[in-house]
C-alpha cells in the first residue's frame, strides 16, 4: 500500500481532462497542430495546475482512464485525493508547477487521414522515475525516524503523512541541478470534432505524451495488480 501510495498520489493531480479544441480552418494542417499546442497549454498552465490539485477531484483522470482501469482502482485513487492535506495540496501545485515549466516541446511533423491525425514531437521533460528509488528511500528514512510517531496513527493518519513526506520529496527534487530527463520523438494522436480537432485523451492511444505529463509515470501503473 505504501509504494501504491507514494507513486500514484501524483496522478489525481496532474491528469485533467482538457476541454481545449482548435476550431477547423481552411488550413488543416494548422488546426491539428494548434490543438496539441492548446492541449499543452492546458495541462501546463500554473492556473490550470493550481485549480486541478486545489478542487481535488479525480473526474478528469477516471475520464481519462475509462474502463481500462478497475473500478478498485479508482476507488483507491479517491481514497488518496480524500487524503490530502493543506501541506501536501501546497507541496504537490508548487512542484507540479515547477516541473511543468521544465518541459518542452516542438510538433515536427503531421500526417492527416478521415477526420484523425498523428503528431511527430519531439518533447523533453522531468523524469521522476528516475529518482523512484530515491524517494523510496526518503520515504523509509523519514518513517524510521519518526517509527514512535507512526505506530500511533491510524490508516487514514498515515496516508496523510506519506502524501506530505512525498510531495517534501519532489518539492524538493523539481528544484535539484541534478533532476534527470527523458527526451524523445513521440506520436500524439488528434481527431476530429464537429468543426473542431482535439487530442485523443485516452491513455490507451495517447499513452506517450501522458507519460511526460507524469513525469515518467504513465496512467497504466494503476492497471498493475488489478
Avoid at 5 to 30: C, M, P, W, Y
Avoid at 59 to 87: C, F, M, Y
Avoid at 171 to 187: F, G
Amino acid at each position: 500500500m505504501k509504494k501504491f501510495l507514494t507513486v500514484t498520489f501524483l496522478f489525481f493531480s496532474i491528469f485533467g481532462f482538457s476541454n481545449a479544441r482548435n476550431n477547423a480552418s481552411n488550413d488543416e494542417k494548422q488546426a491539428v497542430i494548434n490543438s496539441f499546442y492548446d492541449f499543452m497549454k492546458f495541462h501546463t498552465s500554473p492556473e490550470n495546475v493550481k485549480k486541478n490539485v486545489f478542487t481535488n477531484s479525480v473526474e478528469g483522470t477516471n475520464e481519462i482512464w475509462g474502463k481500462n482501469v478497475s473500478n478498485q482502482r479508482k476507488k483507491n485513487l479517491e481514497d488518496i485525493a480524500a487524503s490530502q492535506t493543506n501541506k501536501s495540496l501546497k507541496n504537490s501545485a508548487d512542484y507540479l508547477i515547477i516541473a511543468n515549466s521544465k518541459i518542452s516541446y516542438k510538433v515536427l511533423d503531421a500526417e492527416i487521414k478521415n477526420g484523425t491525425a498523428v503528431l511527430t514531437v519531439h518533447i523533453k521533460g522531468p523524469n521522476f522515475t528516475a529518482h523512484a528509488s530515491e524517494l523510496e528511500n526518503y520515504i523509509k528514512k523519514i518513517s524510521n525516524e519518526e517509527k514512535k510517531k507512526i505506530s500511533k496513527m491510524n490508516n487514514k493518519q498515515y496516508q496523510n503523512f506519506l502524501l506530505e513526506k512525498g510531495s517534501e520529496f519532489y518539492l524538493q527534487l523539481v528544484k535539484r541541478n541534478n533532476l534527470q530527463y527523458m527526451e524523445n520523438d513521440i506520436k500524439v494522436y488528434v481527431k476530429k470534432y464537429p468543426n473542431t480537432w482535439g487530442v485523443i485523451q485516452d491513455y490507451t492511444i495517447n499513452n506517450a505524451i501522458y507519460k511526460y505529463l507524469g513525469f515518467g509515470y504513465g496512467p497504466e501503473l494503476m492497471k498493475i495488480g488489478r
